[in-house]
């Protein structure tokens, strides 16, 4: 007889845990941190672990938490686990796929060979892969899982907003937004956007008539949140019923939630692979069906 899963999970995630492992039907136990006085440090995990084991991170203020999955994953293998499991519902570092001025370090590279080192597979949610084609390029573990909340998002939507016009606010966004609105037979379309700085972005729409249209502008990630209140500006000011906001990944720094309330936005709404008030779908059964095929 084989022993079952089990999911490791850091107090902060708890939550997140127990609906995963609700839904995949694993055993859960928590690794426990202690801060020493001088910012260091050290994790404990359960003394005697089975052959399989899913650590779940989701990877917001990423910093310390690479961190605590070195350790982790090192740990869990002297402990017995000889199969790792990531569970990153957000995966850090991703947008940073090439050196944009000369001796730029490549994170997506970098962070990505840094998890094949430690895990055999690694499911995360709509990671930013732009230049590269798949998670296993930027990932390069045998089994590297990307789901989608695009799907989720799309079915919220449509069970909230009548005829809704689903709008990308840059070009890289036309991956979700043609899954969204290929489930449901959305208009949708994307617009152009140029970054000139972490809050300066430039947004030319698309050449569709917006008047009087439902629009929900869906993307990725928002992390300052001037993207989608630049975005969501100009579609109000070319006569749009409607502007709200749907994403996958609720980063929002600082104040970005205001930013994008300030420019007119209706409501927003998010998965849960980061846990965020604006939170209005689960990923957990999505997961679950994923570690159902990754673990043994
Ligand atoms: C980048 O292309 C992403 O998809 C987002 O559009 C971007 O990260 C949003 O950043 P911000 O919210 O800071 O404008």
Known sequence: ????????????????????????????????????????????????????????????????????????????????????????????????????????AVSQRIVGRFFADLFDAVITVDPHLHRVATLQEAVPVPRAIALTGAALLADMIAERRQRPLLVGPDQESAQWIAQAAARHGFDHAVCRKVRHGDRAVEIELPPIDVAGRAVVLLDDVASTGQTLARAARLLLAASAASVDVAVTHALFAGDALQVILDAGVGEVWSTDCIRHPSNAVSVAPLIAAALSGTTH
């Open 1 to 104: 007889m084989t022993t079952p899963t089990l999911l490791l999970h850091f107090e902060d995630e708890h939550e997140s845990a127990l609906q995963l492992a609700r839904a995949a039907g694993l055993e859960l136990a928590k690794i426990e941190r202690h801060d020493f006085p001088d910012g260091e440090f050290k994790l404990r995990l359960p003394v005697s672990l089975p052959e399989s084991v899913v650590i779940l991170r989701t990877l917001d203020h990423p910093n310390e938490k690479l961190l605590e999955l070195l350790l982790a994953a090192r740990t869990a293998r002297e402990l017995g686990a000889r199969h790792l499991t990531l569970v990153a519902p957000y995966l850090a570092y991703m947008r940073q796929d090439v050196a944009f001025q000369p001796g730029e």
